[in-house]
């Protein structure tokens, strides 16, 4: 029901930035807020910050915070997961998911693979 295409991710060195981009389509109304999570190798999936569509909270994990911030534009039913200062252990497919309002995630995107190097 509900479509997501993750883009943007790469290789860049430590210290410096991406953006990744979510592009949600089908029945996005469903849905309350989009997370985003990576999954580093050897490691289990984590979770990184979500956005919600209505008002545009947010919501960060620990490890991410002053780093890395999420943004969203309603009409293009895209979030935004802006990536500053990166650490090779930044290191990590990166995922966005759709969530309803009690913060299960039932939509998932395909990933996107971001590489730091030191």
């Known amino acids: 029901q509900v479509q997501l295409v993750e883009s943007g991710g790469g290789l860049v060195q430590a210290g410096g930035s991406l953006r990744l981009s979510c592009a949600a389509s089908?029945?996005?109304?469903?849905?309350?807020?989009m997370g985003w999570f990576r999954q580093a190798p050897g490691k289990e999936r984590a979770f990184v910050g979500a956005?919600?569509?209505?008002?545009?909270?947010?919501f960060y994990a620990d490890s991410v915070k002053g780093r890395l911030t999420i943004s969203k534009d309603n009409a293009k039913n895209t979030v935004y997961l802006q990536m500053n200062s990166l650490k090779p252990e930044d290191t990590a497919t990166y995922y966005c998911?759709?969530?309803?309002?009690?913060?299960?995630?039932?939509?998932w995107g395909q990933g996107t693979q971001v590489t730091v190097s030191s």
């Open positions: 998911a759709a969530g309803d309002v009690g913060g299960t995630y039932n939509y």
């Open positions: 956005i919600t569509w209505s008002s545009g909270r947010t």
């Open positions: 089908g029945r996005t109304f469903s849905s309350s807020r």
